[in-house]
């Protein structure tokens, strides 16, 4: 299942040598020649070095980060190349890293802004790093030099479409999805390509890598890469076992990919590409043996590539993606019925123009229900490359598809997103800057939103009725202060339960009197959880002895403003220790929301004492519980330099340490914005 990247294409603009153009900017320019460089040795060692990189970045695959060095080693010399700027930057867009080619773009087009198809280029890495109104104007940039000179390369025609992924990503952003997006981590991922995640009804985890002990150990020419394996991870003593590659004959010498799982884990779906450009194929599980791996019949599998599926839990119909002749687009999804009477897959229809796009659609996914289908799409109102999307189908017809947003969706390529059977969690890969090189496995977790209460809540807003509140039962109702009554409903007030980490039950808005109202079985570690736009996340516990009745409480939000502080109310440690208790983990999740919707936003992460111990005892604890919980936040993704860990120890109490009440309030940790 080779992996579709818009990167791939951008080789072309590497193996152009088109000539430098006359003019320069600002008088920086510097080509290697020796009119520039008067050491002839050194001269000749960054030429031999350019050829170098020039011949590994045109091979691509395990041979970019190779070609990188060997444009380094140039760049050392002179950095002031325009097209050797280029050349690195589009070597790193094709690399494990394609967002850090954006300041040797930047600077290409800072030497000679008429560097071929700079300005695309550069629009793309600007994409890539999100920074979306620079994007667009680069893009306009090379669509006006479009006007005055055609490119032949339809890949740098593409500037509409672009400039609308932008302002999509943009609108994607300021609105994130409620969610918390996780990297699997080392014990899953790797340096190379791991991605098709499928995960059993046991805890068993199987996917797709790329790796040097893949079954064969050989290497793809198309791609230069190791060829695909299926991988897969026992779950053991809380954890899982490392990864390895299921023996044969479910794993041939080329390339296996894992495809679709079936709910009682037994049914496999795997790609492979033996012939016809890539077909899918099934195998059965019998204990711990897999069985030779049957194609699917020719209703399904074509002379062009299938490379996703997915069987519908009633075994009544089989999606899938394809590239065969008659589709919308390059890959369009398709569906087959099963045939009971002649026992296989009848012909196959296309979805139709409202899911598939002149673009490619990839990835499926289908609810237990089978009414809701996930996919991934380069159409559709993507914010760069594939985006995931979901769709749901009514009397025969599918809903107008639904971008995922941010953080599941980035700009660059978001793809093979399988849902847990409740909805509620899932797991895709993606390459991101928090990745641990080539494409990573990532687990998303869907937070309930105000916008699809439970059936727990009160069942209206604004003065509406819900359950009868019974006699073993409070009402919680919590104001935000300092704001409007009409702008509460901006907020997302939401109860949590410090020792169920399962539990959360959005609180509804009353927006006559801008309050949040829930109905609540007292006794238990509730904490209401705040999260506005413009202001820093907010817990407020709620003791565990208050009884059945009415409970009323302030709520004071802080605004995004460097010195702004919030304690974190409900982060708890190990008695004397620096270990994060269980129940912590609720709003550690949900700063790091916070934290991927305002991506600007850096933290210190601070440490407090009370002052019980020594002063060195104090100050080294204070250090240690700030560094665990800076490193559980980028355990979650979150990037190292936007966080400071410090330890404060006793030196800065909010009450006196004169009772055990003062003393747990100056054992805190807080945030404060840098």
Same mark, same amino acid.
């Given at each position: 299942?080779?992996?579709?990247?818009?990167?791939?294409?951008?080789?072309?603009?590497?193996?152009?040598?088109?000539?430098?153009?006359?003019?320069?900017?600002?008088?920086?320019?510097?080509?290697?020649?020796?009119?520039?460089?008067?050491?002839?040795?050194?001269?000749?060692? $960054?030429?031999?070095?350019?050829?170098?990189?020039?011949?590994?970045?045109?091979?691509?695959?395990?041979?970019?980060?190779?070609?990188?060095?060997?444009?380094?080693?140039?760049?050392?010399?002179?950095?002031?190349? $325009?097209?050797?700027?280029?050349?690195?930057?589009?070597?790193?867009?094709?690399?494990?890293?394609?967002?850090?080619?954006?300041?040797?773009?930047?600077?290409?087009?800072?030497?000679?802004?008429?560097?071929?198809?700079?300005?695309?280029?550069?629009?793309?890495?600007?994409?890539?790093?999100?920074?979306?109104?620079?994007?667009?104007?680069?893009?306009?940039?090379?669509?006006?030099?479009?006007?005055?000179?055609?490119? =032949?390369?339809?890949?740098?025609?593409?500037?509409?479409?672009?400039?609308?992924e932008c302002n999509t990503g943009k609108a994607l952003? /300021?609105?994130?999805?409620?969610?918390?997006?996780? !990297?699997?981590?080392?014990? #899953?991922?790797? =340096?190379?390509?791991?991605?098709?995640?499928?995960?059993?009804?046991?805890?068993?985890?199987?996917?797709?890598?790329?790796?040097?002990?893949?079954?064969?150990?050989?290497?793809?020419?198309?791609?230069?890469?190791?060829?695909?394996?299926?991988?897969?991870?026992?779950?053991? !003593?809380?954890?899982?076992?490392?990864?390895?590659?299921?023996?044969?004959?479910?794993?041939?010498?080329?390339?296996?990919?894992?495809?679709?799982?079936?709910?009682?884990? &037994?049914?496999?779906?795997?790609?492979? /590409?033996?012939?016809?450009?890539?077909?899918?194929?099934s195998s059965e599980r019998t204990g711990a043996d897999?069985?030779?791996?049957?194609?699917?019949? =020719?209703?399904?599998?074509?002379?062009?590539?299938?490379?996703?599926?997915?069987?519908?839990?009633?075994?009544?119909?089989?999606?899938? $993606?394809?590239?065969?002749?008659?589709?919308?687009?390059?890959?369009?999804?398709?569906?087959?019925?099963?045939?009971?009477?002649?026992?296989?897959?009848?012909?196959?229809?296309?979805?139709?123009?409202?899911?598939?796009?002149?673009?490619?659609? &990839?990835?499926?996914?289908?609810?237990?229900?089978?009414?809701?289908?996930?996919?991934?799409?380069?159409?559709?109102?993507?914010?760069?490359?594939?985006?995931?999307?979901?769709?749901?189908?009514?009397?025969?017809?599918?809903?107008?598809?639904?971008? +995922?947003?941010?953080?599941?969706?980035?700009?660059?390529?978001?793809?093979?997103?399988?849902?847990?059977?409740?909805?509620?969690?899932?797991?895709?890969?993606?390459?991101?800057?928090?990745?641990?090189?080539?494409? /990573?496995?990532?687990?998303?977790?869907?937070?309930?939103?105000?916008?699809?209460?439970?059936?727990?809540?009160?069942?209206?807003?604004?003065?509406?009725?819900?359950?009868?509140?019974?006699?073993?039962?409070?009402?919680?109702?919590?104001?935000?202060?300092?704001?409007?009554?009409?702008?509460?409903?901006?907020?997302?007030?939401?109860?949590?339960?410090?020792?169920?980490?399962?539990?959360?039950?959005p609180m509804v808005l009353d927006s006559a009197s801008?309050?949040?109202?829930?109905?609540?079985?007292?006794?238990?570690?509730? #904490?209401?959880?705040?999260?506005?736009?413009?202001?820093?996340?907010?817990?407020?516990?709620?003791?565990?002895?208050?009884?059945?009745?009415?409970?009323?409480?302030?709520?004071?939000?802080?605004?995004?403003?460097?010195?702004?502080?919030?304690?974190?109310?409900?982060? +708890?440690?190990?008695?004397?220790?620096?270990?994060?208790?269980?129940?912590?983990?609720?709003?550690?999740?949900?700063?790091?929301?916070?934290?991927?919707?305002?991506?600007?936003?850096?933290?210190?992460?601070?440490?407090?004492?009370?002052?019980?111990?020594?002063?060195?005892?104090?100050?080294?604890?204070?250090?240690?519980?700030?560094?665990?919980? #800076?490193?559980?936040?980028?355990?979650?993704?979150?990037?190292?330099?936007?966080?400071?860990?410090?330890?404060?120890?006793?030196?800065?109490?909010?009450?006196?340490?004169?009772?055990?009440?003062?003393?747990?309030? !100056?054992?805190?940790?807080?945030?404060?914005?840098?």
């Open positions: 299942m080779p992996m579709i990247r818009l990167l791939h294409l951008f080789i072309v603009a590497l193996m152009a040598q088109a000539l430098l153009a006359q003019g320069t900017a600002g008088g920086a320019e510097m080509p290697f020649d020796k009119a520039h460089i008067a050491d002839a040795t050194a001269l000749k060692a $960054a030429l031999t070095a350019i050829k170098k990189g020039d011949a590994l970045a045109e091979k691509g695959g395990m041979d970019q980060p190779a070609a990188m060095a060997a444009y380094q080693e140039a760049a050392d010399l002179n950095s002031n190349s $325009a097209e050797l700027n280029r050349k690195m930057g589009v070597c790193m867009l094709n690399g494990p890293e394609p967002a850090a080619a954006l300041p040797w773009l930047k600077r290409a087009a800072e030497l000679n802004p008429k560097e071929p198809r700079i300005h695309y280029l550069l629009a793309y890495a600007l994409q890539l790093n999100a920074h979306w109104e620079q994007a667009i104007a680069e893009y306009k940039l090379h669509a006006e030099a479009l006007r005055r000179t055609p490119d =032949p390369d339809g890949t740098y025609n593409l500037t509409d479409k672009r400039i609308a952003m /300021d609105a994130p999805a409620y969610a918390v997006v996780t !990297n699997m981590g080392q014990g #899953v991922n790797s =340096p190379s390509n791991d991605y098709g995640a499928l995960m059993g009804p046991d805890g068993t985890l199987y996917f797709t890598s790329r790796r040097a002990n893949t079954t064969g150990g050989k290497v793809n020419k198309v791609t230069n890469t190791w060829f695909e394996d299926v991988y897969n991870c026992q779950p053991a !003593n809380g954890g899982i076992t490392p990864p390895i590659p299921l023996p044969p004959p479910l794993n041939s010498p080329k390339n296996d990919a894992t495809v679709a799982l079936s709910a009682d884990g &037994d049914h496999l779906i795997i790609y492979r /590409d033996e012939s016809n450009g890539g077909d899918l194929y897999w069985s030779e791996p049957v194609a699917f019949p =020719p209703t399904v599998n074509s002379p062009a590539q299938e490379s996703s599926a997915w069987l519908t839990a009633d075994g009544e119909w089989l999606y899938f $993606a394809s590239s065969r002749e008659g589709g919308l687009g390059g890959s369009d999804i398709y569906r087959s019925p099963w045939v009971p009477e002649a026992k296989t897959w009848g012909t196959a229809e296309n979805l139709g123009p409202v899911v598939n796009t002149p673009y490619d659609e &990839d990835g499926v996914c289908v609810s237990a229900d089978g009414r809701t289908l996930w996919f991934g799409s380069q159409g559709n109102g993507s914010m760069g490359g594939f985006d995931q999307f979901k769709t749901t189908l009514s009397n025969g017809v599918w809903s107008k598809p639904e971008n +995922l947003g941010w953080p599941i969706n980035s700009p660059g390529d978001d793809q093979f997103l399988v849902m847990a059977p409740d909805g509620k969690r899932g797991w895709f890969n993606s390459l991101r800057a928090d990745g641990l090189g080539q494409d /990573d496995i990532y687990q998303v977790d869907f937070m309930p939103s105000v916008k699809e209460p439970e059936t727990a809540l009160l069942a209206s807003v604004g003065g509406g009725t819900g359950r009868v509140l019974t006699e073993d039962q409070m009402t919680l109702v919590a104001f935000i202060k300092g704001i409007k009554p009409m702008t509460a409903i901006e907020a997302h007030v939401e109860l949590l339960d410090l020792d169920d980490p399962l539990f959360s039950q801008g309050t949040y109202t829930s109905n609540v079985t007292p006794g238990k570690n509730y #904490v209401v959880h705040v999260a506005m736009k413009g202001y820093l996340p907010h817990n407020q516990p709620i003791e565990p002895e208050t009884s059945a009745g009415k409970v009323e409480m302030d709520v004071n939000m802080n605004p995004v403003v460097n010195g702004s502080r919030e304690v974190l109310g409900s982060i +708890l440690f190990e008695p004397d220790g620096s270990a994060l208790e269980p129940a912590s983990t609720a709003e550690l999740d949900r700063l790091v929301v916070f934290l991927n919707t305002n991506p600007e936003v850096r933290l210190e992460v601070g440490g407090h004492t009370d002052s019980q111990a020594s002063d060195e005892h104090n100050q080294r604890l204070s250090e240690e519980r700030a560094d665990t919980v #800076v490193e559980y936040l980028t355990g979650k993704g979150v990037a190292k330099d936007r966080l400071t860990a410090k330890g404060y120890g006793s030196t800065d109490p909010v009450a006196p340490n004169d009772t055990p009440g003062h003393k747990r309030l !100056n054992r805190r940790t807080e945030i404060k914005v840098l």
